[in-house]
């Protein structure tokens, strides 16, 4: 049993059951009817919401034992979630299939994490949005969730480069916020906020 099988093995929902709120306040910028991916989407409180929101989603995780607790929500709000059992280290999204990424605390060792992001974005369609969520390496003087090694955790000028020549940045901020997660996030976090938008068409390097 992997590290998140073992903790989406517990009672309950360990980052709680409504969606983050950054992506709430960002969602205004999807279509409507996106398709949508979810990577690292875990017990399935975002994918979940986007999906009442009326989108098409598809929530990816590592953890089979968490997308079937995705699942199960689905079914109780009464929507349709994709969901595939996937390592983002080696997988990738169709080309230009997506209207929108949603990476929600999704943190990847610094060996993985740039490829892994571009070819997430390459997933994304002219005009396809990205939004993300993360901690920057000043979480490690809260107690308010979030890896303790700082390669996991992410900069707003790491992402900058990791989608450098695929998104253009519209919000790329780091500062202090307060969370309210379940039992997994509590309380002031110093968080990493990064949004950005295809807005050509792709390149030969999103065609590789």
Request: include cysteine.
């Amino acid at each position: 049993m992997n590290f998140w099988d073992q903790r989406f093995s517990e009672p309950g929902y360990k980052y709680g059951l409504e969606p983050n709120a950054f992506l709430c306040q960002q969602a205004a910028r999807l279509a409507p009817v996106s398709q949508i991916l979810v990577p690292g989407d875990g017990e399935g409180r975002n994918g979940v919401w986007l999906a009442e929101q009326g989108h098409t989603v598809t929530s990816v995780d590592l953890s089979e034992i968490g997308l079937h607790k995705a699942q199960s929500l689905a079914a109780s709000r009464g929507v349709r979630l994709t969901t595939h059992c996937v390592d983002l280290a080696d997988w990738s999204p169709e080309v230009s299939s997506l209207d929108a990424v949603v990476l929600i605390y999704t943190h990847l060792p610094g060996a993985i994490r740039q490829l892994a992001h571009r070819r997430l974005a390459r997933g994304l369609r002219p005009g396809g949005w990205l939004v993300l969520e993360a901690f920057h390496p000043e979480q490690l003087t809260h107690a308010s969730g979030g890896p303790k090694d700082v390669d996991m955790l992410y900069t707003p000028e790491q992402l900058d480069a990791d989608f450098a020549g695929l998104l253009a940045p519209v919000e790329s901020w780091h500062g202090e916020t307060r969370l309210a997660e379940g039992p997994g996030h509590q309380g002031i976090a110093h968080v990493t906020r990064w949004v950005g938008q295809v807005l050509a068409a792709p390149g030969p390097e999103m065609r590789s």
